[in-house]
């Protein structure tokens, strides 16, 4: 079972990482469109599964919204940006052949 500091600390963690990204990219409205879709999809899906019985989630988590804690729905839509970022970051790392920082999204 994971401990409450652990998951606050995974979720502080891709925070972290995610304002990184936001600092460091041209195209900011980007994105947060990203993580808000991200955020959006993984509250549908999780909602589903949750009212279908599917699982349940433990007493550490506080904030909850029909159930759900809000701290995974963030953590979703922050893994989503982040996984969006890696992945235009070695497209463009491919396309050109070579890593350079000037070619970050």
């Given at each position: 079972m994971i401990e409450a500091y652990l998951w606050?600390?995974?979720v502080l963690a891709l925070f972290l990482v995610y304002t990184v990204i936001l600092y460091r990219v041209r195209e900011k409205k980007r994105y947060f469109f990203y993580f808000a879709l991200g955020a959006a999809l993984g509250f549908y899906f999780d909602i589903v599964s949750y009212m279908n019985g599917y699982y349940t989630y433990h007493d550490f988590y506080k904030?909850?919204?029909l159930g759900l804690p809000i701290s995974m729905t963030l953590a979703e839509g922050f893994s989503v940006a982040i996984t969006l970022y890696i992945f235009e970051?070695?497209?463009t790392c491919f396309k050109k052949k070579s890593i350079k920082r000037t070619y970050l999204p």
């Amino acid at each position: 079972m994971i401990e409450a500091y652990l998951w606050n600390g995974l979720v502080l963690a891709l925070f972290l990482v995610y304002t990184v990204i936001l600092y460091r990219v041209r195209e900011k409205k980007r994105y947060f469109f990203y993580f808000a879709l991200g955020a959006a999809l993984g509250f549908y899906f999780d909602i589903v599964s949750y009212m279908n019985g599917y699982y349940t989630y433990h007493d550490f988590y506080k904030l909850t919204f029909l159930g759900l804690p809000i701290s995974m729905t963030l953590a979703e839509g922050f893994s989503v940006a982040i996984t969006l970022y890696i992945f235009e970051f070695l497209y463009t790392c491919f396309k050109k052949k070579s890593i350079k920082r000037t070619y970050l999204p």
